[in-house]
């Protein structure tokens, strides 16, 4: 099971409505279950996935070979990705992180537009939990 919270997923719909027709790729990370903010019903060291890192589309010197040079690999525990004009999948020019979330049109919340996957492009059981993040969420992570 991926647990990621409603604020993530709607800023990453977003993000994605707002570059499309191109493609958003940023990296994504977790907070434990027992830092966020409201009762998620999970065990306290369960990681949900909370937070982003704002992309840099201009800048092509961050991505080679589709890793992300910008963003420390220890810090992004998954990745997003947005396919404008593809299936809901991955795909073999998404980043192969352990937690991949693909979204497509029409940017909803819903199976049909946003899903969560493995490295191996299998589709993971997602729920979105209500809780937030702490505040000063991107804190120091190392």
Known sequence: ?????RALVEVLLE??????PDRV???VSVTPAGELDGDTG??????VFTDFFLPDPG?????????DLSTPARQAQGQFVSHPVRELEVTKRD????????AV???EIDEASFGAFDRFGERQPLEILEA?????????RE
């Open 95 to 102: 980043d192969l992180a352990e937690v991949i979330f693909v």
């Open 25 to 27: 790729r940023t990296g």
């Open 42 to 47: 999970l065990p306290p060291e369960t990681p």
């Open 15 to 20: 993000l994605a409505s707002d570059a499309d």
């Open 132 to 140: 937030r993040a702490p505040e000063g969420s991107l804190r120091d």
């Open 59 to 67: 800048n092509a010197v961050n991505s080679v070979f589709g890793v």
């Open 1 to 5: 099971m991926v647990y990621a919270t």
């Open 105 to 107: 049109p029409p940017w």
